[in-house]
């Protein structure tokens, strides 16, 4: 049987929908343009599918687990490979540069496909990704397996939100994503301390390995929870080119490519920064990712408070946070306790920024979620390629402490520029 008065209230609240204005203050031809309601299922506000969402939470766990792994495995994969630490650094940007077309074409390629054997098949290249990693002799196998991550990472983040809007009824979504990025929290916090950390002790291939298992149990989850989700919508690239006509899009997209940017041209060469400036052992570069993680899953729910009021504040605060952690360990980072104490702080700071991003783009653009999510993703992935390229020639270059500088003066010009064209940040 139909709850009426649930479906009633359901249908007031997508009606509602319709009035809403993305950024007002800075979107005149946003506001002129007719929004739509998302794409909420109304069955979901009968039976919610929760087990659904956790695999979507667990998924991303995966796909962020074995995208941070690089970060915490990069000397023993460079020593092993007989490569410099800045050209495996490219680990990162292989995922990333392929991240970027696969963010955006996802939506377009699979739009008559059932969104479930979407993320199945999303999953399945997280799996092989880690298993050809694990087994990669040389640094061109490395590189196709992190190709493969990317097309993975790139078409989840795409779907992700669109698929949650179908999951849950509208009112349950803020709770339903919480979840998903429980599993981005988790990862943050696990990824990079117990990856050092079980390489040192089981090597690097190991480790991959284990990424590859979560990959499997992942899997399982979700061909035993995700309903069956026909596309109910045909995104195609003309609406990617009207969502980059409005001006809030284009800033939330300008910001991210600067600060991402310049936190990942850091954070994907703080290994050798812990071991060559404050020389840390390896058991004290666990314990200060693990610092780093846990400041990051703070970081989100701090951030996640900012957002409320104010995403673009929120992306504001990180950035600036940021950028005096990363000028505080330029100058006095050879002090093991001031660089454990600042790399745990960076995490916090940037926890703050992801949550206010998505938010913000979501509030530019609620009529759209799978073209938008799309061009967020593109947006990561740029920064993030851009971000470890820049990197990988700095620490070669300059080594660990010049990058961690540009890390800072990227970050303090994101805050900004954000400041700069939209001084009013509780207006969004």
């Known amino acids: 049987m139909e709850n009426p008065d649930c479906q009633g209230q359901l249908l007031t609240t997508l009606k509602s ?3 809403l204005k993305a950024v007002p203050r800075m979107s005149d031809s946003l506001a002129e343009a007719e929004v739509q309601s998302p794409p909420f299922n109304i069955e979901a506000s009968i039976n919610p599918a929760w087990a659904g ?5 667990m998924g991303v766990f995966g796909l962020v687990t074995a995208e941070f792994l690089p970060a915490s495995l990069l000397t023993p994969i460079a020593q092993d490979l007989g490569v410099t630490n800045g050209a495996a650094g490219q680990t990162v940007t292989a995922t990333a540069v392929i991240g970027t077309f696969a963010g955006i074409l996802m939506p377009v ?3 008559n496909f059932d969104r479930r054997l979407v993320m199945w098949s999303l999953t399945s290249l997280l799996i092989a990704s880690s298993l050809l990693a694990a087994f990669a002799t040389n640094l061109t196998m490395l590189l196709g397996a992190r190709l493969l991550l990317g097309i993975g990472i790139g078409g989840f983040w795409s779907m992700m939100a669109a698929m949650a809007m179908r999951l849950v009824p509208e009112h349950l979504l803020p709770r339903a994503l919480s979840i998903v990025f429980t599993g981005v929290s988790v990862a943050t ?4 301390p117990v990856g050092a950390y079980l390489g040192d002790l089981l090597g690097w291939r190991a480790v991959f390995g284990i990424a590859a298992g979560i990959g499997v149990a992942t899997l399982l989850v979700q061909m035993l929870s995700l309903p069956s989700l026909p596309p109910q ?6 609406t990617l080119v009207d969502l980059l006509k409005r001006p809030s899009i284009r800033l939330v997209l300008a910001t991210i490519l600067i600060s991402i940017s310049g936190h990942f041209a850091g954070f994907t060469y703080v290994r050798p920064f812990l071991e060559q400036v404050p020389a840390l052992k390896i058991e004290m570069i666990s314990l200060v ?3 780093y993680g846990v400041g990051g ?5 701090v951030g996640g408070a900012i957002t409320a009021k104010s995403p673009q504040l929120s992306v504001i605060t990180g950035s600036f946070l940021i950028a005096i952690t990363a000028f505080v360990l330029t100058a006095f980072g050879a002090s093991p306790w001031l660089a454990a104490i600042g790399v745990a702080f960076w995490g916090f700071a940037f926890g703050a920024i992801p949550v206010g991003v998505q938010t913000w783009i979501v509030q530019a653009a609620p009529d759209q979620p799978e073209g938008a999510s799309g061009l967020i993703v593109a947006a990561f992935q740029i920064a993030i390629a851009s971000g470890a390229v820049l990197g990988g020639l700095l620490v070669d270059s300059l080594g660990p402490t010049g990058v961690i500088g540009y890390c800072g003066i990227a970050t303090l010009l994101g805050a900004a ?3 700069a064209f939209n001084r009013k940040p509780a207006a969004a």
């Open 233 to 238: 919508t045909k995104p195609n690239l003309r």
């Open 189 to 192: 916090v696990s990824a990079a």
């Open 289 to 291: 990712l693990l610092a």
């Open 109 to 111: 390629l699979t739009r």
């Open 297 to 301: 899953f703070f970081g989100n729910l």
């Open 17 to 19: 929908l319709k009035s």
């Open 53 to 57: 969402v956790l695999s979507l939470a």
């Open 417 to 419: 520029l954000v400041l």
